[in-house]
């Protein structure tokens, strides 16, 4: 058996471990998204359309409505696994996200293992996976981990892409996809819109097959994208038909939010993520740290393998449009909750993987290797130290569980009597995946 082998092994062994703690931990594996994403393939199924019921009091009664916030990837793949398996939707709903955090560390090896190395990869690998916060939404059904996954390979597609048009097309059915996973990945579009014009600017020699090749990966999403845009254009009247109340949460809060919760998705040291969140001090030490690691790639950007310049253009470039992605939709519209660590995780790989790049080729006279060896491993020993408590859940958390196994104990009693009468719940979301209504 080879290294190569050995790691992705190892990789999704650790995914094992990190999918049996989530799997067994004491938490609802739904949450209010989940019933929108529940609605539609319930909908799908039924009826062949894209649908969500109101839930609140002035709903009831109410005629299902088109979704136009949550785009139809995941549903799509909830419906495929429920016909494939011949389960109930909500039934595979949350087993999605866990085989995602299953395979989640191996694809991070796989992906990354050119521009990093087998083993800084596999670390990395190792400190998303078992990161509390992926661990916690790993067997629940949104579509955070399943989209994450679906993001790193379209990432590993193009950086082993070659000239081929088959090999952007595919690249392209990829990435369209990815998103009708999730709104938020349109920074996937753009960071390969800027990748591919990148390749145009500087590799002169080649830019008859870069133009071909950018042209055959734009076909490849129209070829996905082009069936909702003009389905929202004809229900809605616009392509992009996501609009909520006006938000409450200034810029400036979602920015110290934003930074709270990425840093607990890095370090999960709670005292460290205050500190560089709520204090000057903190603020300056990030500064710091950003400009020392510019000037490093500044300095030693001409040495880089071709490789490491792509993983880490496409890295930052992902991470600066996602992040303003997220914070723009959050002091635009409002969410109901401030961001939290979940809105974090699809970049804290990202983030690894360019901090190791300019680890790897720093001017730094110190030993990169005990160096990153050290500090991984105190990142991996506090995620150990984080994760038991995942089997201690909020009291609000405990209180939807022990709802949800009042309905699942007495269904009948639960759901049956409900029916053509309105119900009015603080977890209404509980009722409307368990029991399944098709009309209030």
């Excluded at 300095?299 to 993983?311: P, V």
């Excluded at 992902?318 to 979940?342: C, K, L, P, S």
């Excluded at 699809?346 to 730094?364: E, H």
Aim: some cysteine; glycine content about 6%; aromatic content about 14%.
């Amino acid at each position: 058996m080879n290294h190569k082998t050995t790691t992705y092994l190892l990789a999704l062994l650790a995914g094992a471990g990190a999918a049996a703690i989530s799997f067994y931990a004491p938490l609802f594996p739904y949450g209010v998204d989940s019933a929108g994403y529940i609605d539609q393939a319930r909908s799908f199924l039924d009826r062949g359309v894209f649908e969500v019921h109101p839930y609140n009091r002035w709903g009831a009664g109410v005629d299902p409505q088109p979704a136009k916030l949550f785009p139809p990837g995941y549903p799509i793949l909830i419906v495929i696994g429920s016909l494939l398996f011949q389960l109930p939707v909500e039934v595979i709903a949350p087993f999605l996200s866990l085989a995602a955090l299953f395979v989640l560390p191996w694809i991070i090896v796989v992906a990354f293992r050119r521009a990093l190395g087998l083993w800084p990869a596999f670390w990395i690998a190792l400190l998303v996976g078992l990161t509390p916060s992926v661990v916690k939404y790993g067997y629940v059904a949104f579509s955070d981990l399943p989209s994450l996954v679906w993001v790193i390979f379209v990432v590993h597609r193009l950086l082993v892409a070659d000239n081929r048009p088959i090999s952007w097309f595919y690249l392209g059915l990829l990435s369209g996809f990815a998103y009708l996973m999730r709104n938020a990945n349109l920074g996937l579009l753009l960071v390969i819109s800027i990748y591919i014009s990148w390749q145009f600017v500087i590799e002169s020699e080649t830019r008859r097959e870069t133009l071909k090749n950018g042209l055959v990966w734009a076909a490849g999403n129209v070829l996905i994208l082009a069936p909702w845009l003009i389905r929202n254009l004809l229900v809605f009247g616009k392509l992009q038909p996501y609009s909520m109340a006006p938000s409450s949460v200034s810029l400036g809060e979602n920015i110290h939010d934003y930074l709270k919760s990425q840093s607990e998705t890095l370090s999960t040291l709670g005292p460290l993520d205050a500190f560089l969140a709520d204090h000057i001090a903190g603020a300056v030490l990030l500064l710091i740290l950003f400009a020392l690691s510019l000037q490093q790639v500044i300095r030693t950007w001409g040495r880089w393998q071709d490789i490491e310049q792509k993983a880490f253009l496409l890295s930052v470039v992902y991470i600066a449009f996602g992040v303003a992605i997220t914070i723009a939709a959050r002091t635009t519209y409002e969410w109901g909750e401030h961001i939290i660590a979940r809105y974090a995780i699809p970049y804290s790989c990202f983030i690894f993987v360019a901090l190791t790049i300019v680890l790897k080729n720093t001017t730094f006279k110190i030993n990169t290797r005990y160096v990153g060896l050290a500090a991984a491993s105190a990142l991996l020993v506090l995620r150990f130290y984080q994760l038991p408590s995942l089997y201690h859940p909020s009291s609000y958390k405990q209180g939807v569980l022990k709802m949800a196994r009042q309905i699942e104990a007495d269904p009948k009693r639960m759901c049956d009597y409900s029916k053509g009468r309105v119900v009015i719940s603080n977890e209404a979301f509980v009722y409307r995946i368990l029991c399944g209504y098709r009309k209030h």
